[in-house]
C-alpha cells in the first residue's frame, strides 16, 4: 500500500492505494487518507505552513511523524531519572490506572451506581473517588506484581521501619502542599506545576 497526504478545499485527505512491489532503493508512493480540521486547527496549519514554506501535505505529514517520535520521549525520560526498572513500573502502572479509572467511570455512568459527584466525562475520571479508587488498586496490583522476593537478609523491623514508605511519602507531600519551593528531587517544581489542580483540591478541603 501507498500513502499520499493532499489537501482539497481545506480538507486534509491520505489517499490509500495498493502498488506493485519495487526493487529495493526506491521509495514507495504514499497513501492518501481523508479527514476534516477544526477552523482552530485549519488556521494553526496554515500559520505552519506559511511559517515553513512547506505543503500542506508536507506540513501535516511532518507533524503525524513528529507526534509518533514523540512517544518514545516519555520512555526516554523516564528510563534517565530512575532507571529502567523503575521506568517501566511507573509506565505500567499509569497505563493500568488510565484503563481502569476510564472503565470504572464508564461503569458507574452506565449502571448509575455512583452517589458522589455526577460522572459526566470519563476523561475527568480522577475527579470521583469511586474511579480513583479502582485506579489506585490497579496500581497496588502493578507494584505488587514487581516486587522482589523476600530476602534472607532483609532489614529487620527494627533496622528498618514498616511505615518508612508512609513516612516520607506523607513527608514529601506535606512538602508539596506548603507554598514555598519543593526541594525534593530534580522534578519537584514540575510536580507542583502538574499536580496543581489536586493541590488545589486539597486546600479546599482544609478551608
Partial sequence: MSLTIVETDGVAIVKKRRVRSRPSG??????????RLTPELKDALDQAVQASGRSMAQEIEMRLQRSFDLQ????????????EQLAGIILMMAAVMDRT???????????????????????????HSFAYDQAVEGAMAVLMWARPN????????????ETLGITTASGMLRQLESDGEVDRGPHAAKLKSLLGPVLARKRDIYR
Fill in 72 to 83: 518514545d520521549l516519555l520512555a526516554d525520560a523516564l528510563v534517565l531519572a530512575y532507571g
Fill in 150 to 161: 523476600i530476602e534472607p537478609n532483609a532489614p529487620t523491623r527494627a533496622l528498618a521501619s
Fill in 101 to 127: 479509572g476510564r472503565t470504572a467511570a464508564h461503569w458507574a455512568m452506565a449502571k448509575r451506581r455512583y452517589t458522589g459527584t455526577p460522572l459526566e466525562d470519563i476523561d475527568a475520571w480522577m475527579e
Fill in 26 to 35: 526506491r521509495s514507495p508512493q504514499r497513501q492518501m487518507v481523508g479527514t
